[in-house]
């Protein structure tokens, strides 16, 4: 009797954590199969790299000598293509330019880079104005990215995007200091 009792007040308690601490809901962008020209669209342009979380901090190693990251996200010379280019000003105030090439995903809004089989990378709305926020899985890693038009957008968002992520089991966090000019990206 007393170990029902016991199993029973258990039950309780964790049904009572579960919705106290249940993790905020995130919503998965519009997917191309709704509205074809409603994606990839509102996401071309310029985004700044605000914030990262993962479950590990060595999965996050890879931004960790950087001050700022600008993007330009544009339309690919092929269907269902996009072309990233960025500029990354690292903390020793050098200018290091990338390009990566996504393929769409036709259906969804999940992005694979070129070169790179095993990267996935899925969008995901973000609450912050002008915000989005991608969940990049590859080989051995896991990890959260924060994007926004603004490259100092409210504290809110950042601390929503932190209390989210520590919710989906992403104990490190990384906020990029954005002390330094951003880099300018070339027109190419």
Known sequence: MFNQIWAALLYLYGILLNSIYQCPEHSQLTTLGVDEKEFPEPHLGQWYFIAGAAPTKEELATFDSVDNIIFNMASGSAPLQLQLRATIRMKNGFCVPREWIYHLTEGS????TEGRPDMKTELFSSSCPGGI???ETGQGYQRFLLYNRS????EKCV??????TSCL???AF????????AC???SN
């Open 184 to 186: 300018k990206l070339s």
């Open 174 to 181: 990384l906020l990029t200091p954005r002390n330094q000019e």
């Open 133 to 135: 926020m991608l969940k």
């Open 169 to 171: 089991d992403s104990r």
């Open 151 to 154: 490259p100092h957008p409210p």
């Open 159 to 164: 601390e929503e995007f932190q209390t989210l």
């Open 109 to 112: 809004t999940d992005l694979r």
